[in-house]
């Protein structure tokens, strides 16, 4: 819809050197519009100041106060147009080039998005606001987010947080105990929409308030337990102005990470733990499939973050043990304990695709030199489970089952060496074959337990997006957090910090002062 618009509008659009912002001599209503909109950048997770709205605010003033010299009313409308064209970009594609800080998706602009052509257009078609909006991420979550925002802004003035909240009379608390910091606990959940208004202030731990923490664990990335240990008390202490600035950064990250390129779509938000599937219909994101996943060990062997298609699905895999987990781990093993290599059902394989069976200690020696490598052969010990999902990429990441699947009751399940272990390979495998003609939740299983190696090549690619965002909104408003595991938020942080400090715009402007800059 956005190109098909755009296309439209520059059919229509005035003339390059027609002012934008002036009728004889006199600010046009858009003027205020646009200077109005730049002001409320910050509803959309963006700077005001980036786009210098209160400079440009005091100048459009000015001007309607009375006709302005003509070369200080091109000066305005040629600083006005630059700031809203810079506001459209970063609305419509972000600030920062993702690559820069770790996640590899496409820097390259939107072909379809021309932000000169488009505020030409909007501007001359009199919808500058409606086309504002349709400018915006159109993915479901981004609008669910922004009112997000709003909400916890006015959090940050609430009383809950103006007390801190009294250390904790143990090492727990659980239900049944005194504490002296229930009335402020009360007042952050009641304040969060985790206890149900008028909920009085009990006496001890109990009740509604043990069902209220229970609620914001669930929220927060933690077992909801209802005690309240060292985790959940750091939760409770978050200013609501830090959880501000981690919706600002998931926002951010909307804007480039490509979460509508296909019509069905497998996305893994990694510091969620969890792999959705949907299908985009009339506009509509529909989950088909949800389910917890184990992702890269956060301080060794992260997940990376990028976007490639699924193209075969593995039944009943082999496992190349890659090299560097060989050399550091799986040969240091196995000297230790030989016996190792039978239970774990491992063998050799040479260049030229003959597998040895037998361990010694030469060919251990010959993994170390890259002459040999070792694979594990399908069965119940396989590192991979009884599939794999295979999208190609530089990293060689996929997604797999695992003989461990108890590490899914973990909470934090940082816990490979990069690749995605998912916990439900068949609702998965399903939602991936759907279009293939006979591939039955029965055939998959039956495929996945046959221990005979076996490739399907997809009949359409399926596109697969490993994302980051630390911060959901959902659709019946409930609000989660999670950890920066990966510590990515604090990269695009400083790297948004760092673009902001470097812009001199408009306040530098050695004319400012022609179009009634106040010093």
Known sequence: MLAALAASWHAGALAADTALWFAQGRPAAAARQAVDILAASAADGLEPRDYDADELRRALSQAESGPLAPDAETLLDETLTAAMQRYLADLHGGRVDPRRIHENFSAAPDPHFDPPGYLRGAVAAHRLPEAVREAAPSFPLYGTLRQA???????AASPAWQAPLPPLPGKTLTRGQAYAGLPVLTQRLLALGDLPAGTPVPARYEGALVEGVKAFQARHGLEAAGTIGAGTFAQLNVPPASRVRQIELTMERLRWTPLLEGRRMIVVNVPEFVLRAYEVRDGSVQVKAEMKVIVGKALDTRTPLFKEDMRYIEFSPYWNVPPSIARAETVPRLRRDPGYFARQGFEFVGADGKAVTTLSAASLDA???????????????NALGDIKFIFPNNDNIYLHHTPAPQLFTRDRRDLSHGCIRVEAPVAL??????????WTDTRIREAMEKGQSSTLRLQQPLPVVLAYGTALAKADGRIYF???????????????????AGRTGFRADRNARKIGKVE
């Open 429 to 438: 495998a399903s939602f991936v074959l759907q279009d293939t003609p006979g």
């Open 149 to 155: 925002l709003a909400r916890y802004r006015a959090l």
């Open 367 to 381: 993994v170390q030199r890259g002459e040999l490598r070792i694979r594990q052969r399908p069965g119940p010990k």
């Open 482 to 500: 999670f950890s920066d595991i990966y510590g990515l938020d604090k990269v695009l942080d400083d790297a948004l910090r760092q673009r902001g």
